[in-house]
């Protein structure tokens, strides 16, 4: 999964660096809309992979604040 996440991050960064230098150079509709789909698959695909692989075997108990947690905190003071 790691690799995949390096993988697509790069695809992610040379696509909008191509959809910046073709905005410049060559046409500007085709560089905004190549910078678009970069934006888009990047929020649609990357993000959910990558929270996953960041969140996977974590207990969402652990980060959040109850009343167990509450008392915890208090007693470590």
């Known amino acids: 999964m790691k690799y995949v996440l390096r993988v697509l991050f790069l695809i992610l960064l040379a ?3 191509y959809g910046a230098y073709h905005r410049a150079a060559i046409d500007f509709a085709t560089g905004e809309r190549i910078i678009g789909f ?3 698959s990047g929020v649609m695909l ?3 992979l990558f929270l996953y ?3 996977k075997g974590k207990r ?3 980060y959040t604040l109850s009343e167990e947690n ?3 905190m208090r007693e470590g003071k």
């Open 46 to 48: 990357f993000l959910p």
């Open 70 to 72: 509450l008392k915890k």
């Open 53 to 55: 692989h960041r969140w």
């Open 60 to 62: 969402l108990q652990d």
């Open 15 to 17: 696509s909008l660096s």
């Open 38 to 40: 970069s934006v888009l």
